[in-house]
């Protein structure tokens, strides 16, 4: 697609319920990113994927905290049992190649654990 | 750890005006520093990337500088418009083998009065 591409725009769900966010980056672009903003601060590092495999999930603050990307494209970011604290913006990026290349993001997910 | 810090949070000024955001890095070895404009419910655009080895980028209205010695970087904005309105954010990458990884300002907020 034209850009990367985020699904949903928005989801509200309920304290200890599963979300799947998606993510669908520029077509060939090899390097996927996941962040998080949350509200006033600045987007922070969650996962980093170079093809198919994760290559720093560094960021990911626990194991509640998932991210696949079966085949080198779309990526799908899993949280469980969610929390309060999970409620931010989640932002996607992608890149030709990582390093010195400008990202692209996607307009976000907002998710909202009450 | 880097931290990165941007001055001011918030910044209003009337339109034609000449402005400086302020971006300071605790950490000089970096890979490159970026800023990047956030409209409200929308993704981040990359504005200018510098690396480390540049000593400023321009692209129209737009001029960023960077000292990475002092860990100090600005975005000058020539005669500034309503359209420039945005939350703008400095990010700066580290160098060796996480140079894909961003490390984010909170941003400063700015409004340009019509």
């Known amino acids: 697609g034209a850009g990367v591409s985020q699904t949903p725009s928005n989801k509200v769900t309920e304290k200890g319920k599963y979300v799947e966010l998606r993510c669908d980056p520029i077509?060939?672009?090899?390097?996927l990113y996941w962040y998080r903003q949350s509200l006033g601060q600045g987007p922070e590092f969650l996962i980093y994927?170079?093809?198919?495999?994760?290559?720093?999930d560094s960021g990911l603050p626990n194991d509640r905290f998932f991210a696949v990307r079966p085949e080198g494209s779309v990526s799908t970011l899993k949280i469980q049992r969610t929390e309060r604290g999970d409620s931010a913006v989640y932002l996607c990026?992608?890149?030709?190649?990582?390093?010195?290349?400008?990202?692209?993001f996607g307009a976000g997910s907002r998710l909202t654990v009450l | 750890k880097q931290e990165v810090t941007q001055i001011p949070a918030a910044l209003s000024v009337p339109e034609g005006e000449n402005l400086v955001l302020n971006c300071s890095f605790t950490d000089s070895a970096i890979y490159n520093l970026q800023w990047f404009r956030q409209d409200p419910g929308k993704g981040l655009t990359s504005l200018l990337l510098?690396?480390?080895?540049?000593r400023e980028q321009t692209s129209g209205r737009l001029n960023a500088s960077l000292d990475k010695s002092s860990g100090r970087s600005t975005l000058y904005i020539a005669a500034s418009q309503p359209g420039d309105s945005a939350t703008y954010l400095c990010?700066?990458?580290?160098?060796?083998?996480?140079?894909?990884?961003?490390?984010f300002g909170k941003g400063t907020l700015l409004t340009v009065n019509p």
């Open positions: 994927f170079q093809g198919t495999g994760a290559a720093d």
């Open positions: 990026a992608s890149s030709f190649i990582s390093g010195a290349n400008v990202l692209t």
């Open positions: 077509s060939g672009h090899t390097a």
């Open positions: 990010a700066v990458s580290r160098s060796g083998g996480s140079n894909y990884k961003l490390t």
């Open positions: 510098i690396q480390s080895s540049q």
